[in-house]
């Protein structure tokens, strides 16, 4: 079954934000691979504002890699506000009250792979279509 962008045309905004460029360029390689326009971010701050001054559409699903991304909770609060599923990419100790605290589409702990993250952006896009 096709999916709704092919049949549309449009296809479906994936952020990722994540501070470490080559994470962040490897999982949006396989996204647009896979079909996907891909926006990337070196923090929540970036995302959030460039969503507001609209420089960005909404994303369909926003992937963020949180370990070691320095981040004010008001920030996290706002993107959890924007009402897209969120995977969440995080280490193995790290970070498990944030982990616990929201609902997200996904939680991948470390060790995982980009065609994981890719697996769970598709499964968080099959859930909205």
Not at 76 to 95: A, C, H, Q, S
Not at 103 to 114: E, N
Request: proline share 5%; hydrophobic share 50%.
């Amino acid at each position: 079954m096709p999916s709704r962008w092919a049949l549309t045309g449009k296809k479906p905004l994936i952020w990722i934000i994540d501070n470490n460029h080559w994470e962040r360029a490897d999982i949006r390689a396989l996204l647009i691979e896979g079909g996907c326009e891909v926006e990337g971010f070196a923090s929540i701050f970036h995302a959030i504002v460039a969503l507001y001054r609209e420089i960005v559409e909404k994303p369909a699903v926003i992937v963020l890699e949180i370990k070691n991304l320095p981040y004010r909770s008001g920030e996290l609060e706002k993107l959890t506000r924007v009402g897209v599923p969120i995977v969440l990419l995080t280490g193995v100790y790290e970070n498990r009250e944030l982990a616990d605290k929201h609902r997200w589409a996904a939680v991948l702990q470390r060790p995982f792979t980009i065609g994981q993250v890719v697996e769970a952006v598709e499964a968080a896009l099959r859930f909205q279509f």
